[in-house]
Structures are given as C-alpha cells and as structure tokens.
C-alpha cells in the first residue's frame, strides 16, 4: 500500500487549517468559561500555585477571555504583555511569511529578536513581582 506524499503547499494549507481550528477552539473555550469563576474548568498557573509569585503569563487566560469578551481595560489590567504582544502579531506573522512589514527597521530588527524578547519576558517577570507602587500595575489583577 502506498502513501500519496502531498506537495508542500498542500501541507501548508493543512498545518494553517489545523492552526486556525485550534485557535477557534481555544477562543471558543475562553468565551464560554470565564476563567474568574470559582467552578471555572481552566487551570491555574502552576508556576503561582507552587512558588506565590507571578511568572511573565499569569492573568493571560483571564486576559484573553476579557479580550474576547471586548474589555481591554480589563485585559491590560491582568497581563499588560500580552495585550502588547497580541498587538504586534501581525506585524511578526507578515515578517514570518517572508514580508516586510511596515515598520521603521531598527524597530522591525529588534521586533524578530528572540533574544530580545527572551529579556523582555523574563524583565516583566520580575519587575510585576516587586512590591512598589511603580511595579504594580504589572501584576494581574
């Protein structure tokens, strides 16, 4: 028995249905349960559970369900990264697909950065754990 080898474009088509599939039932979950209630099916962050600190991604699930619900002031307010992340995917995914997105280029460089966004990640970790009033806003809530 044989196994018809698809073509490269109709592996990509297939991996983006997959992606955009996943994503609508991932949104659709976040829409229905609000990751708020007490009863909520979501998980918590494991990483709270275990040390009582905040990493770089708590209140992004309560985040995104506010984002989806149209409450930015309330997704800012659980995890200012991610609405800012969020902000810029187009501009990441329009560089990933071999476009030059519309950005000045020292922005555009530092924007695809892995390394870069590794530092961020890990600066916004620590900096919504510290206890002054300058820092607190970063921490959910």
Known sequence: ????????????????????????TGAGLLFVFDPNAADS????CLFRLLTGLYCPGCGMT??????????????????PMIVLMLALLPAMTWHQLGRQPALPAP????????????????AFGVLRNLPWAAFA????G
């Open 62 to 79: 309560r985040a995104l369900h506010a984002l989806l619900h149209a409450d930015v002031a309330r997704a800012w307010a659980m995890n």
């Open 1 to 24: 028995m044989t196994v018809a080898r698809l073509s490269p474009a109709t592996r990509k088509a297939a991996v983006a249905l997959l992606l955009v599939a996943a994503l609508a």
């Open 41 to 44: 099916p979501l998980p918590q």
């Open 107 to 122: 922005f555009s460089r530092v924007l695809m950065n892995g390394k870069a966004w590794i530092a961020l990640l890990v």
């Open 137 to 140: 806003w970063m921490a959910p």
